[in-house]
Nanobody
């Protein structure tokens, strides 16, 4: 499975961005898809996850971020609204078969896209 993330950029606080993650190869709609982020000096953390069993959001993004998927396009999206400076990080999409919040449980990763939120 190959993942290609895009959509990052520079935005002012309060603004919005939409990240996309296009999957290719041996993809499956049954895969768990997640968006992680990693800020400088911090561990990679799960921001949002979508699976057959439902959705997961980190507390820090609940009510602001929305994850969705278009199986026909093999693409997962992360709509990010009301962005804050603390959302600044490299965002990665990941795929796997576990609903774990641990990055180690996801075998497939995109290359990362930088989101910078200015105050």
């Amino acid at each position: 499975v190959q993942l290609q993330a895009s959509g990052g950029g520079l935005v002012q606080a309060g603004g919005s961005l939409r990240l996309s993650c296009a999957a290719a190869g041996r993809t499956s709609s049954s895969y768990v898809m997640g968006w992680f982020r990693q800020a400088p000096g911090k561990e990679r953390e799960l921001v949002a996850r979508i699976s057959w069993s439902g959705l997961y959001y980190a507390e820090s993004v609940k009510g602001r971020f929305t994850i969705s998927r278009d199986n026909a396009k093999n693409t997962v999206y992360l709509q990010m609204n009301s962005l804050k400076p603390e959302d600044t990080a490299v965002y990665y999409c990941a795929a796997g078969q576990s609903r774990s919040t641990s990055a180690a449980m996801y075998p497939y990763w995109g290359q990362g896209t930088l989101v910078t939120v200015s105050s």
